[in-house]
């Protein structure tokens, strides 16, 4: 059914985030969409010269552009704004609930392609994949030297180990998949999920029990006040030796002091990081000095189907704002 608005005519979309074509075909069924190129400048809208786009517009539905109060201003028609973030910073969401605007998010929009990366990192760093690249690429893999890499880059296998992930969220919850896959047994720290959560696919555990028993560590709660530094020296120091350390959440969720001496020490086996306390993480930094951990540049989340994925998540929730059915992600349900 097309909808219209309250002048009879199809409701407007305007879309200034990237995305699919497919998802955008969808909406032309029953919507007027506009399409504008992303500018990748995340400024107001306003200042984009979509006067007459904005004019019309019911739902907008953006990345890096401002939904500001100027806006809004050019927008007087707006019923729905669809950030495509996990966390909506490029919305006024207080302007918008004085307006009655509705605002929605695309949850989990990255989830899967993160959960792949984080695995990556994970596997990288208990097989040494970077090391034993750099060390093949130095030239030091010679005639002499034929085997050595055999004993130099050995590393763990998956196989019956313990994986402890910390947040059984949408990340966390896909690490469960991935790791049952490998044949690991799962644990999970998450205080916010019950003990039966999982089922028979992981157990909800203690933090202490989980940090004490895993081969590998993997972290993927947000950073809140709660989390920020939730492993400290304390909690570090109840890794065991043989363990490795996993994270591409936040880094602040681990204290820096604490883990710097913990790697400095070799308190652990390993660890793999895509997040860092300062970014990007300065030349020179003592952490590209050891050689027990990997590095990437925090790109876990870099796929373009991040974009395929925030464009139907988007799609849905136009659709379910036309039907007056329940909109996944609004971060206003008041309204
Ligand atoms: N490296 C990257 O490029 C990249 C990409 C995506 C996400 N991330 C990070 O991963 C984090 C997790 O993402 P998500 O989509 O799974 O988030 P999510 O909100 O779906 O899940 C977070 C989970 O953490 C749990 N949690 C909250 N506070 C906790 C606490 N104090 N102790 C233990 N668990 C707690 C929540 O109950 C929830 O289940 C994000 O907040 C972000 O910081 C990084």
């Excluded at 005519?9 to 399409?35: G, H, K, M, W």
Aim: proline letters at 4%.
């Amino acid at each position: 059914m097309e909808v219209r608005n309250i002048v009879g005519q199809r409701s407007n979309i305007l879309i200034t985030a990237p995305f699919s074509e497919a998802q955008a075909a969808r909406l032309r069924q029953r919507f007027d969409v506009t399409v504008v190129p992303p500018t990748l400048a995340g400024v107001s809208l306003a200042e984009l010269g979509l006067g007459a786009d904005l004019a019309a517009a019911q739902v907008i539905v953006a990345e890096l552009d401002q939904v500001d109060r100027a806006s809004l201003a050019q927008a007087p028609g707006l019923e729905l704004v669809v950030s495509c973030r996990a966390n909506p910073v490029n919305v006024d969401i207080e302007a918008c609930a004085e307006r009655g605007v509705q605002v929605a998010t695309t949850p989990g929009r990255n989830a899967e392609v993160t959960a792949d990366f984080s695995f990556a990192l994970l596997m990288a760093t208990v097989r040494h994949v970077s090391a034993a690249e750099r060390w093949a690429r130095s030239g030091q893999w010679t005639d002499a030297a034929v085997f050595e890499p055999y004993a130099r880059f050995a590393g763990i296998g998956l196989h019956g180990r313990v994986l402890g992930i910390l947040g059984g969220g949408a990340v966390g919850s896909r690490m469960v998949r991935r790791a049952l896959g490998f044949g690991m047994t799962v644990k999970v720290y998450d205080p916010f999920l019950a003990a039966g959560h999982f089922g028979g696919d992981a157990d909800v555990v203690a933090l202490d029990e989980l940090l004490a028993t895993a081969d590998i560590v993997t972290v993927h709660v947000p950073l809140t006040p709660s989390t920020e530094g939730l492993l400290g020296r304390r909690e570090l120091a109840l890794l065991r030796p043989d363990a490795y350390l996993i994270n591409a959440g936040r880094a602040a969720i681990i204290d820096e002091d604490a883990l710097m001496e913990v790697l400095r020490e070799h308190r652990i086996a390993g660890a793999g990081f895509d997040v860092f306390y300062s970014e990007p993480l300065a030349h020179g930094h003592e952490l590209f000095t050891l050689d027990n951990v990997t590095l990437t540049p925090h790109i876990a989340g870099a796929s373009p189907d991040v974009v395929t994925e925030h464009s139907r998540i988007a799609a849905d929730a136009i659709l379910a704002w036309a039907d007056g059915t329940e909109i996944r992600g609004v971060v206003n349900p008041a309204l």
